[in-house]
C-alpha cells in the first residue's frame, strides 16, 4: 500500500497543516496559565478610618486583577510592556528590573492559577493612599530557556500599596512578607 | 536556617552504575536583611546551577556543591520573598525573605493645603516610613506629629505605626496664618505647610449713600467670628429691591471691604450676604 500523496506539493502542504495545528496545541499550553482569570476578593471591614465607596470597591477589584494579570504576563513572556499603567513607583522599578534581569538570564516566570484574598487595612482620611494585605494563591513556574525547573503551588503574603491615578488604583509598593 | 534535602541521582554509566552523589543540601538564610549580602552553604560534591529569583533579581550562575554561594547586596536590596534553586541532576528549591532595613525616609500626605480656621477634623496626615531601598518599614516604628502656627503649639502627639502607617487627624486653629505640620521619626523628618484662613463672615454689615449715579454701598471691614479679616476675592452679594424691581450685585473683597454701585432713582432695600451668612438690611432714600 502506498501511503505517499499523489503530489509532493500536496504532501508538505498537509505536514504544514499538521505543524501549524501542533504549534497551535504548544501555544495553548503555554499560554493556559496566563489565560486564566485572576480571582480576587476584597474584603474592605478593616479599612479604615475613610469608608469605602462601593464605586472604589469596584476600581480597587478591577485595577488589582489587571495588575497581576499585567505582571504575569511581563515575567511570563519578558516584556515590559503590560507594566505601563497598573504600577508606579517602586513596584514598577522593580517589576521592570526583574524583567530585564530575566532577559538576561534567559528564566522566566509563570503565574498560573491566581486567587487573591485582599483585605484593605488602611484606607487614608482623604482617600489618597490604600493599604491592603494579599494572601495570594497561585501555580508557579520558572522556566529556564523554555524548560520548567520548578513548580510549585504557592501561599505568599503580601502588604500592597494602592494610590488612585487619573483613571485608575495603580499598585505603589508589593511587598512579600512571611505572615501579617 | 531552612535545610534542603537533595537526593544522590544514580546514573547509568559505561560499565556500571555510578552513584554520582550531588547536593545532598543547601540552606537558605533564616534572617536576611535588604541591603546585607548573604550566602547559601552547600553540600555535596560536583557542579550544580543556582537560580535565585526575588522581587528585582533573576540570577543563575554555575556552582560547586560543597561551597558557599555568595548572594551580594544589590542582589538583596528589595524586601519580599525570595525563591533559591539548586539544580544537578535533579533541582531542589527553598525559600526565604527579606526584610527592609532601618528607616531611611518618611513619606508625608497632609491635607488640605488650604484650611478654614475653627473647622473641627479638618488637617489630617498620614505617614509612612521607608528604608533606603524604598522597601515600606513594616517594623513598628513611633512617629511624632506635631502642628505650629507660629510659636504656638496648636498639636503634639506620638503614634506607632501599624501595617507600617502612622496618621491624625485634628482640628483647624483659630488664627489665619501658616500653619506648620512636622513628622519626625528619630532623625528623620518631613515638612509640610498648610495655609490657614478666615472662617465664613461673621457679623456682616452694610452702609452705603446715594449719589449722582446711583447708590454705592460697601461693607465694614469683612471678618470672621474670631476676628480673622476673610481673604480677598471672597464674594459678597449686593441685592437692591426698588419697588417690584430686583437687582444683584457680586462683588470681591479687596483689602477687606467689597464696594459696589447699584442704579435706580427710588427708594431701595439693600441686602447683603456672603456664602451662607447673611448681613444687615438697608434702606436708602429716593432720589431728591
New interface residues.
Partial sequence: MNLMPKSPSRFFSGLRGIAIVALLIVSSFNLRGADTPVQVQLDLKKAG?RAVESLTEKGILRDYRLAWTSMAQALEFNTPDPLEGPFA??AK??LL??VA??Q????S?RYGDQYHRLVA??Y???G??M?L?DTAEYQ?Q?S?GGKI??D?H?V?HY?V?MTPGADRWVIR??????QF | MHRTVLICAALGLAGGSVSLCSAQDFRVPASAVAGVEASIPTTGRGKA?F?L?G??????SDVNLGEEVHLHSQDLR????Y?A?V?SSS?K?A?F?VT?AKPASLTF?V??SRVPVSQSDAV?G?A?AFDKF???V?TPVAVNFQLTAGTASLFSRQVRT????A?F?TASGKSAGGLQVVASLDDLSARRAVQQVASEPCNLRIEGQRTAIGIAVETEPVHDCAGNVVPDGTIVTFTATEGNSRSTVDAPIKKGIARAQISGPGEASISVASGVVMGNELRIGAKP
Avoid at chain 1, 509598593?173 to 512571611?178: E, G, K, S
Avoid at chain 2, 501599624?162 to 502607617?165: I, L, S, T
Fill in positions: 478610618p513607583g517602586e522599578q522593580q528590573q526583574t534581569r530575566q538576561h538570564s534567559g528564566l516566570q487595612v488602611f487614608a482620611p482623604e489618597d493612599v493599604e494585605h508557579l520558572v529556564d525547573i520548578h510549585e504557592v505568599i502588604v500599596l509598593q508589593l511587598q512579600a512578607v512571611p | 546551577t537560580y529569583l522581587p528585582g533579581v533573576s540570577l543563575k528589595y524586601a519580599g520573598s525563591l534553586l539544580c533541582c528549591n525559600r525573605y527592609e500626605l491635607h488640605p489630617s498620614v509612612l524604598h522597601n515600606e513594616l501599624q501595617d507600617g502607617v496618621w487627624r
